[in-house]
Antibody, heavy 119, light 107 residues
Framework: EVQLLESGGGLVQPGGSLTLSCAASGFTFSSYIMSWVRQAPGKGLEWVSAISASGDTTYYADSVKGRFTLSRDNSKNTLFLQMDSLRAEDTAIYYC????????????WGQGTLVTVSS | EIVLTQSPATLSLSPGERATLSCRASQSVDIYLAWYQQKPGQAPRLLMYDASNRATGIPARFSGSGSGTDFTLTISSLEPEDFAVYYCQQRYMWPQTFGGGTKVEIK
């Protein structure tokens, strides 16, 4: 069974940093593109970032480019999102998601971790 | 980036009725569009991919159509568990993007 468990969320001041983790199990982590999607309170979904299976290619939404860094450790089946220069508008639930081979879309999702940026 | 516009924002229907949701892209995404369902307090669930293919375990009352810039998700006869928010997403071009969502509510 595929499981994705996010952690690292919490309260951080504007301008601060936070690193989210996503621990994966139940599939061959190193073979799949992984992504982060966020959802501000009461709002819609926003695609944030994705990383290739090997980790050598990353993609970012314009809203986070230059501030967020996505990486992965395939030996530990873990995905990381380093978030710097955080802003109030980054407040959201952050979901980790796996790109399913059959569809090439986000077939498995974690339950999310809440990031609150506030003074 | 490609902007996806969903309409209507809210759809008020009764169980058993047909639901038709629209997603329009600001430029062609070929067939590379998916639909997700999200219920309160839950993560999204993949329903359809590549415009018209049902994901694993999705009931046949869900169908998708379209290509290029105009796409439709149809629920042929609404069940109580179908009342939720639906999002479209494109993977044709980076950055991937989501539409703003359509809430299907009980009338």
């Amino acid at each position: 069974e595929v499981q994705l468990l996010e952690s690292g969320g919490g309260l951080v001041q504007p301008g601060g940093s936070l690193t989210l983790s996503c621990a994966a199990s139940g599939f061959t982590f190193s073979s799949y593109i992984m992504s982060w999607v966020r959802q501000a309170p009461g709002k819609g979904l926003e695609w944030v970032s994705a990383i290739s299976a090997s980790g050598d290619t990353t993609y970012y939404a314009d809203s986070v480019k230059g501030r967020f860094t996505l990486s992965r450790d395939n030996s530990k089946n873990t995905l990381f999102l380093q978030m710097d220069s955080l802003r109030a508008e980054d407040t959201a639930i952050y979901y980790c998601a796996e790109t399913v081979v059959t569809s090439a879309f986000l077939g498995y999702w974690g339950q999310g971790t809440l990031v609150t940026v506030s003074s | 980036e490609i902007v996806l516009t969903q309409s209507p924002a809210t759809l008020s229907l009764s169980p058993g009725e047909r639901a038709t949701l629209s997603c329009r892209a600001s430029q062609s995404v070929d067939i590379y569009l998916a639909w997700y369902q999200q219920k309160p307090g839950q993560a999204p669930r993949l329903l359809m991919y590549d415009a018209s293919n049902r994901a694993t375990g999705i009931p046949a009352r869900f169908s998708g159509s379209g290509s290029g810039t105009d796409f439709t998700l149809t629920i042929s006869s609404l069940e109580p568990e179908d009342f939720a928010v639906y999002y479209c997403q494109q993977r044709y071009m980076w950055p991937q993007t989501f539409g703003g969502g359509t809430k299907v509510e009980i009338k």
